[in-house]
């Protein structure tokens, strides 16, 4: 393959981080242009250092002229601010755009490298859930593509890679449990932030980690998924499978299966988002089938994971009620990581929030901005 010029947005956080790792072992064929952190100032110069980086974002304008200082001497530009992101990743620099930023602050950039016609490499997933109709719509308009890094989606996508264009009749989208998986409801209400934040398999930031705790990060690659492989939520079963080995599953007309399996390693559907379609070599343990001993499945328990339910409730509401759905976690689980609220509030809120949105059923760009602030808005009347 040709060698391809990345901006990488969120490069400081966990999947940033190992999408860098990526570049480390194939410097050959990848060359970073653009790097991107919210607050994290010195890993993001000490990056654009290793990488030579073009140019770097550093959205935290408070913290510009720190990088600015170390960096601008050293020939790398140096930016601050969202609206600088969504402007530079349009570069005729920029082959790929990895987005990798927190929340429903990838929207803009993402629309934004769209629109320049850049292929994406998704491991936002609240770009699609808040905004899947916009972003989609967008990305089939102008043939753009859309990769997906989450290592489900990559499973899915992986396995309809296999299926010489054979429609599926259900996809199987595996869930690890989380941290609580065996607790029971009475325990799970008093669990701290601090329980929440152990999980047993993947190494991700706070948010995402409190997502993967109350089941809501499973809710919403379902509707990730919904968007990215033309499904309805009754399309998509959620397994349990606590070892993580096998990350999704397509099911057929004819009752096959096929699945794709690894170890619980991000860099590889990292690495093949970036590839593809070409599958590089990758320094990470290989499975050895003879010591996996055994893999479970279980089924998702919506009671003690009512948030699980909602993302369900919300999809096949559809319009702008998953955008008002995923501000309200955003809110609520800040809340909760800053010990303001308990575990079972963060449903509670979501809930209130989606009951009080006002419907927009073919929602704009604008609408969804709009509802986003709204709901985030309710969301904190709710929590103070």
Excluded at 98 to 113: D, K, M, Q, W, Y
Aim: glycine share 8%; with cysteine.
């Amino acid at each position: 393959m040709e060698k391809r010029r990345i901006a990488i947005l969120g490069s400081t956080g966990s999947i940033g981080t190992q999408a860098l790792d990526v570049v480390r072992q194939h410097r050959e064929l990848f060359e970073v242009e653009l790097l991107t952190a919210n607050n994290s100032s010195d890993l993001l110069i000490s990056q654009a250092r290793e990488f030579d980086a073009s140019a770097v974002v550093i959205c935290n304008g408070s913290k510009y002229r720190e990088v600015a200082d170390a960096l601008q001497p050293e020939g790398i530009k140096v930016f601050a601010g969202m609206d600088s992101v969504c402007d530079l990743v349009g570069g005729s620099n920029i082959d790929m755009v990895l987005t990798a930023l927190v929340g429903f602050s990838g929207l803009r950039p993402t629309i934004a490298a769209i629109k320049a016609g850049k292929p994406i490499a998704l491991a936002n997933k609240e770009t699609l859930v808040a905004g899947g109709c916009v972003v989609m719509d967008l990305a089939h308009r102008l043939g753009v593509p859309i990769l997906p890094v989450d290592s489900e989606h990559s499973a899915i996508f992986q396995c309809l890679l296999g299926a010489a264009g054979n429609r599926f009749s259900r996809i199987h989208l595996t869930a690890s449990g989380g941290p609580f998986r065996t607790w029971p409801r009475e325990k799970i209400a008093s669990a701290t932030r601090d329980d929440a934040l152990r999980h047993p398999q993947w190494t991700m930031g706070d948010k995402i980690t409190i997502d993967s705790a109350t089941l809501m990060n499973k809710g919403f690659e379902m509707i990730e998924a919904c968007w990215l492989f033309d499904a309805r939520p009754e399309d998509i079963r959620i397994v349990v499978h606590p070892q993580s080995i096998i990350h999704s599953m397509v099911e057929f007309e004819d009752g096959a299966v096929i699945a794709q399996m690894g170890h619980p390693d991000m860099r590889e559907p990292i690495q093949l988002a970036l590839s593809f379609p070409e599958r590089l070599p990758l320094n990470n343990k290989k499975l050895d089938f003879a010591s996996l001993g055994s893999l479970t499945f279980e089924e998702p328990d919506y009671d003690r994971f009512p948030c699980l339910g909602l993302a369900f409730e919300a999809m096949r509401r559809g319009g702008n009620i998953p955008c008002a759905m995923n501000a309200a976690n955003e809110a609520a689980v800040a809340a909760y990581l800053h010990r303001q609220i308990g575990f079972y509030d963060i449903p509670r809120v979501i809930e209130r929030v989606c009951d009080g949105t006002v419907f927009a059923e073919k929602p704009t760009a604008e609408d969804i901005l709009a509802t986003n602030d709204e709901a985030y808005s309710k969301a904190l009347e709710l929590i103070v």
